[in-house]
């Protein structure tokens, strides 16, 4: 069951309560390793072709769109899966989810639409943060890697590969929140407020 933090007040009341912290994260920096990350795990599912893509760009931005355009597809599905796997691990928490997109604003002058899924005026536990954060992550390369072991078509074998670079890469945050929630006592409540964006709070009483 949820637990709804009417009883805590409004936002501004949990900003000013001493027993509430705000949890904030550092959003470029994430920005930057899954970008690295991004690069590393490219090359080595695909030697040289992240390259010779941005060669291909500058010489035919036209015609590379449409050769690519079954994996930008998958990239959306990929996307919209990941997004699904989390609501469905915050409903199994016993939370109400919502989806979402804010724009967040990293390394561009126009700020990047980044699509999210969150439990809103709920207390949730350390534990079912790190189980809904992590679910994605441990669910799509599973079955990614599942895909590459067994004697597949190379179509197949390409999305699968394709899959790992997209989803670890895109899973930084997620791990980024799981490494350091670790860091809680198992006792730490968490609560998503509203406040022209998203902020978090967090008690450890």
């Given amino acids: 069951m949820s637990r709804p933090v009417d009883s805590l007040g409004a936002k501004q009341s949990l900003a000013a309560d001493p027993n509430w912290s705000e949890y904030t994260i550092p959003e470029r920096l994430i920005a930057i390793t899954s970008i690295v990350m991004s690069v590393t795990l490219s090359e080595l599912f695909f030697p040289g072709e992240i390259f010779q893509l941005i060669t291909d760009f500058e010489q035919d931005l036209v015609g590379v769109l449409v050769d690519i355009a079954p994996e930008i597809g998958f990239l959306a599905l990929l996307i919209a899966t990941h997004e699904a796997i989390h609501y469905m691990a915050t409903r199994v928490n016993g939370q109400s989810p919502e989806f979402g ?8 002058v126009l700020k990047e639409p980044v699509p999210y899924v969150v439990a809103l005026e709920q207390r949730i536990s ?16 599973t079955l990614a890697v599942g ?10 074998s390409h999305f699968a590969r394709l899959t790992l670079v997209i989803n670890t890469a895109g899973s930084v945050q997620d791990l980024y929140n799981v490494v350091r929630l670790l860091r809680f006592p198992k006792t730490a409540d968490f609560v ?12 450890v009483q």
């Fill in 101 to 108: 997109l804010r724009f967040q604003k990293t390394f561009w």
């Fill in 147 to 156: 895909v590459l072991l067994l004697p597949v078509p190379d179509v197949a």
């Fill in 192 to 203: 998503n407020l509203v406040d022209d964006d998203i902020r978090t709070f967090y008690t």
């Fill in 126 to 141: 350390r534990n079912e943060n790190i189980f809904a954060l992590i679910a994605p992550l441990v669910v799509i390369n």
